[in-house]
């Protein structure tokens, strides 16, 4: 039924996924962010779509680190690995968040 060698494979499988795909969206964020200063210094108007994106790198970031260390530590934890989920789907639902606010709050 439940194999726990092929259940172990599969998280490992899913953790070398996360801490490299995390990574590059701490990229993505601060693209973000960075892209959102340049077109509000010459509106001059302040808006939330920055900060969203910034909380969303450090929820990557820790998804990232979370995972790196799962991979890392002699004994294979699955509760580093559920962290790095749980912080991976969040950072994901909030970047989509951020990208809703941006595109119906700043262009509207």
Not at 89 to 100: D, E, F, G, H, S
């Amino acid at each position: 039924m439940h194999d726990p060698a092929r259940v172990r494979q599969l998280d490992e499988k899913i953790c070398k996924l996360i801490c490299p795909i995390s990574a590059a969206m701490v990229g993505v964020c601060l693209t973000g962010v960075g892209l959102l200063h340049v077109a509000l210094a010459v509106n001059q108007k302040a808006t939330l779509a920055d900060d969203l994106l910034s909380w969303d790198a450090v929820i990557f970031l820790i998804a990232t680190l979370v995972s790196y260390f799962a991979l890392r530590t002699n004994a294979r934890s699955h509760r580093l690995e559920q962290i790095a989920d749980v912080a991976f789907i969040v950072a994901m639902v909030l970047l989509t968040a951020a990208c809703l606010y941006i595109t119906y709050s700043i262009n509207p």
